[in-house]
């Protein structure tokens, strides 16, 4: 990880808003869902940035919106000069053979009625990069880089077990070489045994050709392990920023705190000497606005201050970035 | 010692299917003993939750098929009981927190029909008497203004209110043994903590047994006296929590713990990985079932399968190889 070039990819004030629409004959807009409500950061190359949060914290929306599925609302997409939410056709088209996604669900991400042969060469086959006798070749090779035996080129997904589906989808992320490869919770569907392998591919992966991942979860253990910096969202937004080792070490927002300790260890010697902050209630709906800190609701720490106004991600120690007004001085 | 309020013996649970027999729950035998709680641990398919429903009679017949094996509830077996019997121990004397709080309330009725139908079937209250119960249950397990959210209908309620609403319905009969399969797969983690933390303080007001089953094995550290490690239809290893946790007998309770990334980990070491699948349980392999997989297998484990034995107070475990040692046991 070198820090000191500058990033490959840049999100800046990102916002995603999708309208609520009511009416029967003329719609109108009744409201917005602010799933992803102002988030930056930078992604640096080689480096692994772990997004986490709970369902609805817009980490899905976040990547879905680098990879311009949803075109963002407002704010900016650098990766490196190019402006991606300003693409249009081709040229954005051309930008997937940079950028890569791994999906959650092996079972829903791979087409029931193509071959692996078929599902693993389709990106190629989409840039005409090689002919049909290279492609195979380049197929075979590719499914042995995730481990997979390159006879099985033939089969059909519905062959396949949970990991050896999610090892297809991970083949096909690499098959034009990317730079960045976004993995949407890739390991949350797979059984214990079978997530340690998968993650071992990853990191293995990223050892021998140089990518960088964003890697989204909701499970900071394994975000903990695989990351090298570590993002917490919260309603669309950051609320922490930090080295992995830092925001396990030195957690400076309540929620990440909270979020932190409600992750049970599996070792009852240190899981009965540790403390439990129990949140109160649910996350409120993205549909409102709340004219303080979003998290003020549930928050353990609540001041004054958390119900007027709205705290700014900024960084409060090298490289540790919090949006709370216990730890911006107020 | 206590007598166990659940004693199950040698259960066996097929399913017959056109590629042949699936042997599910493979000959189980284990203890709950009351007010204690006991963990249940393993992979998908592993019969976990196959375990319970053979002996709650909620296993569809055919396909599937009780084998052999008896369960024994206060003196009672449950296996080959009466359906109007075992309907009146169901939801009464044993409850169930089911896995998916979205699937598991009628979303056609409303949490008051839903709730008030055991109290009024297995205890004879009068509508009005069980509507009064259930909006004190719901304010027992924490939601806020009981009164007015009776009348809601279950999409009304987030996820970890549905929770809340079926644990409310699972203790409304005050049941000696609460089963929870999975209760805070479906939730985030710190919903997750809630509901165990509620789940903790329920039990040391009643006084139940908790059948705790998850793949979790992060979540039965903190809340389980013992664990049960299932693979493949089989226990493989039985032991009480803490040694479980300091001392895994079998490698792969011992290859389970070392796979998991823990949030405490000082440095960042690759992962301990399982090598391939369980086995599909038609085809299972000659021997031990995990021998495919074990890090430790040797000449016997590929040619008989081993018995769950004791091995020190309090501990079972079905290997040929102790993996202590690192020799035959």
Known sequence: MNKNNSP????????????????????????????????????????????????????????????????????????????????????????????????????????????????????????????????????????????????????????????????IGIARALALDPEIVICDEPVSALDVSIRAQIINLLEELQEKFGFSYIFIAH????????????????????????????????????????????????????????????????????????????????????????DRETPQLSEVAPGHFASCFLCNGK | MTEPILSIKNLQTQFHTTDGVVRAVDGISFDLDPGTTLGIVGESGCGKSVTHMSFLGLIPQPPGKIAGGEAMFKGRNLIGMAKSELRKIRGNEIAVIFQDPMTSLNPFL?????????????????????????????????????????????????????????????LSCSPSILIADEPTTALDVTIQAQILDLLKKLQSETGAAIMLITHDLGVVAGMTEKIIVMYAGKIVEKADTSSLFSRPLHPYTFALLKSLPRLDA?????????????PDLIHNPKGCKFNPRCAFATGKCFEEEPELVEVGPGRRVACWIDIEKGGAR
């Open chain 1, 8 to 167: 490959l990819l840049s999100l800046k004030d990102v916002k995603v808003h999708f309208p609520i629409q009511a009416g029967l004959l003329i719609k109108k807009n009744i409201g917005y869902i602010r799933a992803v409500n102002g988030v930056s950061f930078d992604l640096f190359k080689g480096e692994t940035l772990g997004l986490v949060g709970e369902s609805g914290c817009g980490k899905s929306t976040t990547a879905k919106a680098i990879l311009q599925l949803n075109r963002p609302t407002s704010g900016s997409i650098k990766l490196e000069d190019t402006e991606l939410t300003k693409l249009r056709g081709e040229p954005l088209r051309q930008i997937y053979k940079r950028l890569q996604v791994i999906y959650q669900d092996p079972y829903a991400s791979l087409n029931p009625r193509m071959t692996v042969g078929q599902i693993v060469g389709e990106p190629i086959m989409c840039f005409k990069l090689l002919d049909s006798r290279a492609r195979r070749g380049r197929v075979e090779e590719l499914l042995e880089i995730v481990g997979l035996d390159p006879r099985f080129l033939n089969r059909y997904p519905h062959e396949f077990s949970g990991g050896q589906r999610q090892r």
């Open chain 2, 110 to 170: 409303k949490i008051s029909r839903q709730m008030t139908e055991g109290l009024e079937i297995h205890k004879g209250f009068s509508h009005k008497d069980a509507l009064a119960k259930a909006v004190a249950l719901l304010d027992s397990v924490g939601i806020p203004s009981p009164d007015k959210r009776i009348n809601d209908y279950p999409h009304q309620f987030s996820g970890g209110m549905r929770q809340r609403v079926m644990i409310a319905m699972a």
């Open chain 2, 266 to 278: 000082r440095e960042k070491e690759k992962l301990y990985s399982i090598a391939g699948l369980p």
């Open chain 1, 219 to 306: 499970d900071l253990s394994v975000v903990k392990h695989i990351s090298n910096r570590v993002a917490v969202m919260y309603l669309g937004k950051i609320v922490e920023l930090a080295p992995a080792e830092t925001i396990y070490d030195t957690p400076l927002h309540p929620y990440t705190r909270a979020l932190l300790s409600a992750i049970p260890i599996p070792d009852p010697a240190v899981e009965s000497k540790r403390k439990r902050i129990i949140l109160k209630g649910d996350v409120p709906g993205p549909d409102k606005v709340y004219p303080g800190c979003d998290f003020a609701s549930r928050c353990p720490k609540k001041m004054d201050v958390c």
